[in-house]
C-alpha cells in the first residue's frame, strides 16, 4: 500500500474521474439481490463521509489484502461515521461471493460492465502498471500473507481506485491508482478523513 499522495485528477476532461472537490459522479451498479443502485444514493445519508472503493477483480491477491485491511478497521470506521461500498467487475453472484469468502462487513456492488469503473476514470493499466516490478513487490507481499490468485473475474488489467465522498455529493479526497498495486493505507486514510472532515452538526 502507498502513501497517501490524493493526486487531484482533471475535472474537466471525462477520461479522468471526478478530482478533489468536483461533484461526485453517479453511476448504477448492482448490489446482491442483482437490484439496480445509483452510487448517489450511498452518499446521501452517510454520518461523515462515504469511502467508495473500487477494486481490481476478486481474484488478485493485491485486492484480497486491501479489503482485509477494510475489514479489519470495520469498528473505526463505524466511530467515525464513515460507510463503505465496494465495487468489483463481476456478477452480483460473484460479488457475494467475494464478500462472503473475505468475511467482509461492507456491501459489495456489481459492475460488470465497468461503467462506474469508467465514469471515475479507472481504466486498464498497461503491462507495466499491471504486471511490472512496481506492482509486483506488493503482490508477492500479499501472496506470502495468504492471499493467493483466486479466478479472474472480468479484467485483469483493471486498475483500482479509492474516492472520498461527503453527504452533500462532493469528492473530497481521490485516489485513481497508478498502478494495480497503488491503493492508499487504511489507517492514514481515516486518519485524514477524521482530521480534514468534521461530523455535520445536524
Same mark, same amino acid.
Given at each position: 500500500?502507498?502513501?497517501?499522495?490524493?493526486?487531484?485528477?482533471?475535472?474537466?476532461?471525462?477520461? #479522468?474521474?471526478?478530482?478533489?472537490?468536483?461533484?461526485?459522479?453517479?453511476?448504477?451498479?448492482?448490489?446482491?439481490?442483482?437490484?439496480?443502485?445509483? +452510487?448517489?444514493?450511498?452518499?446521501?445519508?452517510?454520518?461523515?463521509?462515504?469511502?467508495?472503493?473500487?477494486?481490481?477483480?476478486?481474484?488478485?491477491?493485491?485486492?484480497?489484502?486491501?479489503?482485509?485491511?477494510?475489514?479489519? !478497521?470495520?469498528?473505526?470506521?463505524?466511530?467515525?461515521?464513515?460507510?463503505?461500498? /465496494?465495487?468489483?467487475?463481476?456478477?452480483?453472484?460473484?460479488?457475494?461471493?467475494?464478500?462472503?469468502?473475505?468475511?467482509?462487513?461492507?456491501?459489495?456492488?456489481?459492475?460488470?460492465?465497468?461503467?462506474?469503473?469508467?465514469?471515475?476514470?479507472?481504466?486498464?493499466?498497461?503491462?507495466?502498471?499491471? #504486471?511490472? +516490478?512496481?506492482?509486483?513487490?506488493? #503482490?508477492?507481499?500479499? !501472496?506470502?500473507?495468504?492471499?493467493?490468485?483466486?479466478?479472474?473475474?472480468?479484467?485483469?488489467?483493471?486498475?483500482?481506485?479509492?474516492?472520498? /465522498?461527503?453527504?452533500?455529493? /462532493?469528492?473530497?479526497?481521490?485516489?485513481?491508482?497508478?498502478?494495480?498495486?497503488?491503493?492508499?493505507?487504511?489507517?492514514?486514510?481515516?486518519?485524514?478523513?477524521?482530521?480534514? !472532515?468534521? +461530523?455535520?452538526?445536524?
Amino acid at each position: 500500500m502507498t502513501t497517501l499522495t490524493f493526486p487531484v485528477t482533471s475535472q474537466g476532461d471525462e477520461t #479522468f474521474g471526478p478530482g478533489v472537490g468536483a461533484r461526485a459522479r453517479d453511476a448504477q451498479v448492482r448490489d446482491e439481490r442483482s437490484m439496480p443502485v445509483h +452510487l448517489a444514493e450511498l452518499w446521501v445519508d452517510v454520518p461523515r463521509a462515504l469511502m467508495l472503493v473500487f477494486v481490481r477483480q476478486y481474484g488478485c491477491p493485491l485486492c484480497r489484502a486491501q479489503v482485509e485491511s477494510l475489514g479489519r !478497521m470495520r469498528d473505526e470506521f463505524a466511530a467515525a461515521g464513515v460507510d463503505v461500498a /465496494i465495487i468489483g467487475q463481476g456478477t452480483p453472484a460473484e460479488a457475494t461471493r467475494f464478500r462472503d469468502e473475505m468475511h467482509l462487513p461492507f456491501p459489495v456492488f456489481s459492475d460488470d460492465s465497468r461503467s462506474a469503473f469508467a465514469t471515475y476514470g479507472l481504466q486498464d493499466g498497461s503491462l507495466e502498471q499491471v #504486471f511490472g +516490478l512496481t506492482p509486483g513487490r506488493p #503482490f508477492l507481499r500479499a !501472496m506470502l500473507r495468504g492471499h493467493l490468485p483466486g479466478r479472474t473475474v472480468g479484467s485483469v488489467r483493471q486498475l483500482p481506485g479509492t474516492f472520498v /465522498i461527503d453527504r452533500d455529493g /462532493i469528492v473530497r479526497m481521490a485516489h485513481p491508482g497508478a498502478n494495480a498495486a497503488d491503493v492508499p493505507d487504511v489507517s492514514q486514510l481515516l486518519a485524514r478523513i477524521v482530521a480534514t !472532515m468534521p +461530523l455535520p452538526t445536524s
